[in-house]
T-cell receptor
Framework: DVKVTQSSRYLVKRTGEKVFLECVQD?????MFWYRQDPGLGLRLIYFSYDVKMKEKGDIPEGYSVSREKKERFSLILESASTNQTSMYLC??????????FGPGTRLTVT | GESVGLHLPTLSVQEGDNSIINCAYS??????FIWYKQESGKGPQFIIDIRSNMDKRQGQRVTVLLNKTVKHLSLQIAATQPGDSAVYFCAENPQTGANNLFFGTGTRLTVIP
């Protein structure tokens, strides 16, 4: 079974803090993705990566950056957290088929 | 642009009945479609997929139907069980060779015991 893990299930941060969300997959997948999920808006793509050290902007990259130093790990960084970044963050990975496998999610609250 | 939408945001069914969840898509070039299930507090879980060269695909208690003429996708769940209560998303892959997906906003299925 594909396993995608995320470093935290719940996280509470203060406005202005730098926040790191980590994602690790154990299936040697080339592609990794970060989404945020908000009620009524569905899943929105923040960033994705097709290979190590490679990144591409998704639909809503503003206020976020990413890092992929190793194939299995894809990190999402909030340089200066703001209250409008309170959300559920989901990481996913995929191989040759477009099917993406998701982690359990991190519910981030910024106060 | 592409849009993946759902006809109904909520669906309630009696336990044991069949469920049908619908999805409309707008990009006729999409070649791959996926259904996900998301339970409360969890990440989306892959259920079943279908390529655009197929009309129907069956899994365990689930069937996906694809009607390319009207750009419509449906998920049928047979003998719905309480454990099927969740939000169901459809997703489309609009570009052959790329793995990005566009997701619908979801339908909440509630199974009434």
């Amino acid at each position: 079974d594909v396993k995608v893990t995320q470093s935290s299930r719940y996280l509470v941060k203060r406005t202005g803090e730098k926040v790191f969300l980590e994602c690790v997959q154990d299936m040697d997948h080339e592609n990794m993705f970060w989404y945020r999920q908000d009620p009524g808006l569905g899943l929105r793509l923040i960033y994705f990566s097709y290979d190590v050290k490679m990144k591409e902007k998704g639909d809503i990259p503003e206020g976020y950056s990413v890092s992929r130093e190793k194939k299995e790990r894809f990190s999402l960084i909030l340089e200066s957290a703001s209250t409008n970044q309170t959300s559920m963050y989901l990481c996913a990975s995929s191989y040759t088929r477009p099917v993406q496998y998701f982690g359990p999610g991190t519910r981030l609250t910024v106060t | 642009g592409e849009s993946v939408g759902l006809h109904l945001p909520t669906l309630s069914v009696q336990e044991g009945d069949n469920s049908i969840i619908n999805c409309a898509y707008s990009n006729s070039a999409s070649d791959y479609f996926i259904w996900y299930k998301q339970e409360s507090g969890k990440g989306p879980q892959f259920i079943i997929d279908i390529r655009s060269n197929m009309d129907k695909r069956q899994g365990q208690r689930v069937t996906v139907l694809l009607n390319k003429t009207v750009k419509h996708l449906s998920l049928q769940i047979a003998a719905t069980q309480p454990g099927d209560s969740a939000v169901y998303f459809c997703a489309e892959n609009p570009q052959t060779g790329a793995n990005n997906l566009f997701f619908g906003t979801g339908t909440r299925l509630t199974v009434i015991p």
